[in-house]
């Protein structure tokens, strides 16, 4: 008889900034649709309008169906008041995201953003993985989408165009997204791998950074991975800069 193989647990680290409809529609559903059920998410509430717990509450009051995993879900503020992060216009996602990695048992880590879902089999996916191989962390394909306009995802049809598709290792900014990258969690704190603050661009591109410098390059697994939400001013008032007006219909 062969041993019976470990279920690994996962933590999701969730972005969440005042898009309470968009996580609530996208993010939060595919979690809990997922075809795996040993995950834990760290909501991570940069002090928006809508606070996490409100938001959540709300959630599972409407979907009854989901409110059985309530107990695998924390909300992790980052302890601004919205005065404060008015004044300093950057993020301490990073800081929450720290104290939320420290403290967790799990034994993968992926990150995933408030307009990002994921694929209904990539926790799966990821558990035999991981499980299979000796990889430190690894990274997979997207599938691009407008959160924007009133698509759903389970629903679309076109054939998916994956991004960096020829990425083996990390890149300059913007060659590797967030979603794309998972972690073997106690290497990530056998490393003493932190994520900066504060910032609001660019948060994946340096821990990813860090990741290279620690394990080497990053492997491809083969996977799709996440549908990542791709539309104008993603970042909302939190930064200035406009460089990107991308759409994807």
């Known amino acids: 008889m062969h041993p019976e193989v470990k279920q690994l647990k996962i933590q999701i680290l969730l972005f969440y900034y005042d898009r309470p409809d968009m996580v609530q529609k996208y993010a939060l559903p595919s979690i809990m649709s997922s075809s795996y059920e040993n995950w834990e998410l760290a909501f991570i509430d940069d002090s928006s309008d809508q606070h996490g717990e409100e938001l959540l509450k709300d959630f599972f009051a409407e979907h009854e169906d989901y409110a059985k995993y309530a107990s695998q879900v924390k909300v992790c503020p980052t302890g601004d008041t919205p005065e404060d992060k008015a004044k300093r216009r950057d993020s301490i996602f990073g800081k929450a995201a720290n104290v939320a990695v420290e403290e967790t048992d799990a034994d993968i880590g992926i990150m995933l953003c408030d307009d990002d879902a994921l694929c209904l089999d990539y926790l799966f996916s990821l558990q035999n993985y991981y499980t299979t191989m000796s990889v430190a962390y690894s990274y997979c394909h997207l599938i691009p989408f407008n959160p924007s306009e009133d698509v759903y995802l389970y629903d679309l049809k076109a054939q998916p165009f994956h991004l960096n598709r020829n ?83």
Do not use: H
Not at 189 to 202: A, C, G, I, S, V
Not at 205 to 219: L, N, R, T, V, Y
């Open 167 to 249: 990425v083996y290792s990390i890149q300059p900014c913007n060659s590797l997204d967030a979603g794309q990258v998972s972690w073997r969690i106690p290497a990530f704190k056998e490393k003493k791998l932190k994520f900066d603050y504060p910032r609001t661009r660019n948060l994946d591109e340096d821990i990813f950074s860090q990741m290279q410098i620690a394990f080497g390059p990053c492997i491809f697994n083969a996977m799709v991975g996440q549908y990542k939400g791709w539309f104008d001013d993603q970042l909302g008032n939190r930064d200035s800069d406009k460089n990107f007006e991308v759409k994807i219909k």
